[in-house]
């Protein structure tokens, strides 16, 4: 045999998407995300040769595109040993009619990307917005995958949440397995907004490849915005800057923890509060858990729920607020606790524990599926532990009213089967709910 005899064996062992690797102008990763405003879509994607960023659109149906709408380019050099470079592009689509179907590819005369379509956001806060939740996917085993991309074809959610942890990881052969991550989600990511936050599967090269890839609203860290959504504001943060504070620096727990709290502080006045009732964060560690590891959800002083030696914690802060809904990650599983608050369970009631609660809701739902597959729990479930389900899946949030959210839990491993749901009904949000 000659000396390349082993090259065939080679690649069938790369992950799928790593067989080739796309060159030139040619659009590639193409990706949704909601700046903020009403009427508007920004649309991502890379190229790895410089290229314009051009995105033309129209209304659908229809084969015409009438519209065209130019942005910017970042020239962007991984921090691997070749010094990769991508081109990544931007351009917000403004003035869209809200509920409008919209048809679109992008690019430039170099090349251009396939048709996809999207609907723009409604405006306002009298609907209903249905969300994928999920966390810890990887271009690997993702299990969710193909079940969230059907849906979403089907136009079932409105916007997908994606809390932390990419490709597992983004910047591993030189950022290639971040490109055949993102080539695999577009299916998905180009069709509704993916909005993110960062895991700890992000922070190589100062998380680099994930503020270079991810377009999200706010003029801040790239870590951490907020966006309004119907009737909730929802808030994604950083939990990595407490466990990389030593090199990153004090100063951006500060940064980020002055933030949250002005962000808080402004969605949680009665003219906010009566336009979006529901304050749901996003973050990748949680404060609890009842996995069988160690991290730092299964110690009793959690670095995320109780700071850095007692300084930057955020359950005070999100308690302070009357944060109503915490979405988490990072254990590879899906755990909803009873409302807690200081390890403390505050049911609503014995009968309906959801129905006015007197603490925010916790839910972890890490478990679309990776190379690390799934964690195990402690034998024996906390007191504040309500459901545990060890397989894989997403989450289905669905913000019905100024009262009335529902969640589902949809399992991977049977088929598409609801495992897990609960009403979160509350008539009363904000502090004064804790009674």
């Known amino acids: 045999m000659g000396p390349w005899h082993w090259l065939p064996w080679l690649c069938l062992a790369l992950p799928p998407g790593l067989g080739h690797d796309p060159s030139g102008p040619e659009p590639q990763q193409v990706h949704l995300s909601y700046p903020g405003d009403p009427g508007a879509m920004t649309v991502t994607w890379a190229t790895l040769a410089p290229a314009g960023s051009v995105v033309r659109f129209g209304q659908a149906p229809g084969p015409e595109l009438p519209w065209q709408a130019t942005g910017s380019t970042q020239r962007f050099v991984d921090g691997g040993f070749l010094r990769r470079v991508l081109y990544m592009h931007r351009v917000t689509l403004r003035g869209l009619v809200p509920g409008q179907r919209y048809v679109y590819r992008c690019g430039s005369q170099e090349g251009w990307s396939r048709r996809f379509q999207f609907r723009a956001l409604r405006n306002g806060t009298a609907w209903s917005p249905r969300v994928a939740v999920y966390g810890d996917m990887g271009l690997e085993n993702p299990r969710a995958l193909p079940r969230l991309q059907r849906e979403a074809r089907a136009g079932l959610y409105d916007a997908v949440l994606h ?201 972890i739902v890490g478990s679309a599926g990776c190379r690390e597959r799934l964690d195990p729990f402690v034998p024996a479930p906390r007191g504040w532990s309500a459901r545990r389900i060890e397989d894989y899946g997403s989450a289905r949030l669905h913000l019905l009213n100024r009262t ?32």
């Open 163 to 363: 809390v932390g942890d990419f490709a597992y990881d983004m910047d591993w052969n030189d950022a290639r397995v971040g490109d055949a991550f993102m080539r695999r989600v577009e299916p998905l990511a180009a069709t509704v907004p993916y909005m993110t936050c960062p895991g700890n599967h992000e922070q190589k090269y100062n998380f680099s490849n994930y503020r270079a890839r991810f377009s999200m609203p706010g003029d801040t860290e790239g870590l951490w915005y907020s966006w309004d959504l119907g009737p909730a504001h929802i808030i994604s943060f950083s939990t990595e800057v407490y466990f990389f504070f030593i090199r990153y620096g004090l100063n951006l727990v500060r940064k980020q923890y002055q933030w949250l709290e002005q962000d808080l502080k402004e969605a949680s006045s009665p003219a906010r509060r009566r336009k979006h009732p529901w304050i749901i964060t996003m973050g990748h560690r949680p404060m609890y858990c009842s996995n069988n590891d160690w991290d730092d959800c299964t110690r009793h002083e959690s670095v995320v729920r109780r700071g850095l030696l007692g300084f930057y914690g955020l359950e005070k802060l999100f308690y302070k607020y009357g944060v109503d809904l915490e979405f988490w990650a990072h254990e590879h599983s899906y755990e909803r606790l009873w409302p807690v608050y200081d390890y403390q369970v505050y049911n609503g009631s014995t009968e309906a524990p959801y129905t006015n609660p007197r603490a925010p809701v916790h839910i």
């Open 404 to 435: 009335h959210l529902h969640l589902q839990q949809v399992s991977d491993d049977q088929d598409g089967k609801v495992v897990d749901e609960m009403w979160l009904i509350k008539e009363l949000h904000g502090p004064e709910a804790w009674g």
